[in-house]
Every structure is written in C-alpha cells, then in structure tokens.
C-alpha cells in the first residue's frame, strides 16, 4: 500500500492527533495546518464522518503547483447570502422566492426556470433595494479575502460565475479583485426591474462552459483549474475541472467533488499550496 497524505485542516494539534491516531498515521506540523501520512487504507467519507474538522486527500498524484486559475461561485460560496432572496425580502416577497431558490439549488427544479420565475416575481423592485442588500446584508464568507489575496501573490487567475445577477456579481469582484467575472442581467428600466431577463442564463452547464471558455483564453487545460462552489447549479463545472471543491456544500454537490470544506473558511484552501 503506498503512503497516502491527509490534510487536517486545522491548528490544534490534539484534533490532528486524533485523526493521526485513527489511521495508524504520522504527523507533520506545517504553517497553517497539520498533514498526516499513513500506508493505512481508510475510507475518507468514515472519517470525516468521525472528525468534526475538515479533512481532506492531498493527492501526491496531482500537480498543485500547476493550477493556474480558480473559477467560483458568488452565492453562498464567496458570499454568506442568496443575493436574490435578499433582495426579495427586502421587498416582503421572501416566501414566494426562497422556495424556489431553495428548490433550485437541492437539484429539484431547473436552474433557467427558476431564475425567470424569480426575476419575474421581482418585477417592479427598485434598483434601490440591490443597494441596500450590498451596503447592508452583504458580507463574505470567511477566509474570501485571505484566499484571493493568496491566489493573486501566487498568480493564479481568478473568475467569478453566478447564477445570480450582475450587480453583485460585479461589486464582489471587485471587493475581492478578482480578475473577471459573469453573471445574468435583468433588464432594468425606470430604475426598477421589468420582470424579464436579457440574454442567456447562466445555468449549470454555463458555468461549465465558462470554465472551458476561460482556459481557451488563457491557455490552460481544465485540468489546470480549482472551481468551487456550493449547490446543485455548480454540479456541472465540477466535472469540467482539475479540483472541485464543495464549500459548506449541500450533499447533491459533495459527491462530485474531492475537496469538501465543511467547517473551516475558504481559506482553508491554501493549505493545498503550502510548500514549507
Ligand atoms: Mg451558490
């Protein structure tokens, strides 16, 4: 059996001790985190099932260092909130919406149709309430500015994709500057929505195919790019690239992806890049 690395993604020792002592594995204390090594065979899923701290296979076949691009979703996955439900509490037609977000991102009812009926639902809000839901609902999740911080100082490019729509879309990336970015438009007028959506949706296959769009322009194979993301929308481009990861991700999603963050911030990604 070949030597096999787990990656504990935390600081205290006692946890990594722990996980160490479950599959017969030695320790190794690195900068942010701790490594455990062990020709034992154990099934990750168990583990992580015993462990309440992430965990995840440091593939010792994988070429980390030849990532160069990140693509990530904006919802719940940079961001702590649905923008379009907050929107439409905002607006007191939170019921109607979430149901249907909720809906969509447990893989139970199709992306396009439920945004159009979302969008629609929405006609008449005043752009005024994106202000407000960005000045005062909007934060990001942990470990968002530490990660493309990161990623910038090592120079891999970053992409945002949202089924979302484009003002937030477009105020995260810049917050965050990120590199570039696509979302859907709504058509506007009088400063309120209309109700209708312009152009393409951006659906789960969209999203798997920005990513493909993306390496075409800069070059790389898909095998060079981490995607992230959190609901059954972001199923598609999991496929597509080289790392996958499910952050805080509902279960539709974790099964398609190797790297699962379920406790710790979006920074816990860094770990994967650590060379000391
Ligand atoms: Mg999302």
């Known amino acids: ?69 990140m693509v990530s979703d904006m919802d719940s996955t940079l961001i702590s909130i649905e923008t379009i ?22 893989g139970q009812l199709d992306f396009s149709e439920s945004f159009k009926k979302r ?46 729509i484009n003002f937030f879309a477009e105020k995260v990336t810049d917050v965050l500057g990120i590199d570039t970015y696509r979302a859907n438009d709504v058509e506007i007028k009088n400063e309120a929505l ?4 312009l152009g393409a949706i951006v659906d789960a296959k969209a999203k798997a195919n920005y990513i493909e769009e993306l390496c075409n322009y800069y070059r790389l194979s898909p095998k060079q790019v981490i995607a992230i993301g959190d609901g059954a929308n972001d199923l598609e ?18 099964k398609s992806c190797n790297i699962h963050i379920n406790f710790g911030g979006l920074d816990s990604l860094i770990d994967f890049f650590d060379k000391s």
């Open 119 to 164: 969008v629609s639902i929405l006609k008449g809000v005043s752009t005024e309430s994106f202000n407000e839901v960005y000045k005062n609902k909007m934060e990001l999740n942990p470990g968002a500015s530490e990660l493309f911080k990161f990623l910038k100082s090592i120079k891999i490019k970053t992409a945002l994709v949202s089924g979302g």
């Open 194 to 197: 209309t109700g209708n959506v």
């Open 1 to 69: 059996m070949a030597i096999q690395t787990l990656i504990v993604h935390d600081h205290n020792i006692e946890t990594a001790k722990k996980v160490a002592l479950d599959i017969n594995g030695e320790l190794e204390a690195r900068k942010s985190h701790f490594r455990v090594h062990t020709k034992s065979n154990f099934e990750i899923e168990n583990l992580r099932s015993y462990h309440s701290v992430d965990l995840n296979i440091f593939d010792q076949g994988f070429d980390y260092n030849n990532i160069k691009l």
């Open 85 to 106: 439900d907050e929107v439409a509490r905002q607006v007191d037609l939170s019921n109607e919406v979430s149901l249907i977000t909720e809906e969509a991102m447990q």
């Open 237 to 254: 481009m999991m496929k597509v690239a080289g790392l996958s990861v499910a952050y805080h991700g509902k279960p539709i999603l974790k």
